[in-house]
């Protein structure tokens, strides 16, 4: 009877060690974003998690395409909320975001300023090559209602955004989140702002019909904007 007691206390024990485990969540969760939205949201806001739970792994694929975040076995991915498809669960993780038209000041010493933009096409514009279409980004703008769709020239194509803050050979149009610093340090001014209309920021999106693990509903908790749902 000793033995056996001995044993119901080991199988009390080993339950313990389980329910531990269980309400310790653990694991990797991957996520595919862009650079900016990496450094300016997801790590600073999962930092702190990951020293709270110190089974939780993540993995950051860094990645300016539209992954297929089912087949590439993605627990989610991270865009813009007007660009992510409608059978995804979209959380937005951000505020609102507007473009910035900006140049450098050296460039408009030497180029009258833009005052509408049509204007853009008597100027030398940095342009963007799409990941998923390949054609090149067409400038879209909007004020009071009225749509404008320009389609720049210029000397540079980049595929990514950080070179483009970088350049100081013409007009680009960024996300103004990314360009701030600049713009209030006097590396970039900016024009045509009246016609860039706040539109919705960055998300989190994931497949509705997965069953998010307890660490995935922890990093979706943590980047969930106060007040979402």
């Known amino acids: 009877m000793k ?29 595919t974003c862009g650079g900016h939205v990496l450094h300016s949201i997801l790590l600073p806001k999962l930092t702190p998690l990951l ?16 992954r297929d975040i089912v087949a590439d076995r993605f627990d989610a991915g991270v865009r813009m909320g007007n660009t992510i498809d409608k059978d995804m669960i979209a959380v937005p993780i951000g505020p609102s975001l507007r473009m910035a038209v900006v140049a450098s000041p050296d460039y408009f010493a030497r180029h009258p300023i833009p005052k509408s933009p049509n204007d853009l096409t ?11 279409s390949g054609g090149l980004y067409v ?37 103004e989140d990314e360009l701030m610093p600049h ?17 919705s920021g960055y998300h989190l999106y994931f497949p509705s019909r997965r069953q998010p693990s307890p660490a995935f509903s922890l990093v979706l908790k943590a980047l969930r904007v106060s007040g979402a749902r």
């Not at 008597?122 to 998923?132: G, K, L, W, Y």
């Open 51 to 66: 020293r709270e739970y110190p089974d939780i792994k993540l993995e950051f694929d860094m990645n300016y395409g539209f």
């Open 183 to 199: 713009i209030e340090a006097g590396r970039l001014v900016r024009v045509l702002q009246d016609w860039c209309p706040k539109f």
């Open 3 to 31: 033995a056996i007691g001995h044993r119901f206390d080991e199988i009390e024990s080993e339950l313990d060690a389980l329910t531990d485990l269980r309400d310790k969540p653990a694991g990797t969760v991957r996520i």
């Open 122 to 132: 008597a100027h030398a514009c940095i342009n963007q090559r799409m990941p998923t």
């Open 139 to 175: 400038w879209d703008f909007e004020r009071r209602g009225r749509q404008v769709n320009v389609r720049v020239d210029g000397p540079l194509i980049f595929n990514t955004a950080p070179p483009q803050v970088d350049a100081a050979l013409g007009i680009a149009l960024l996300p």
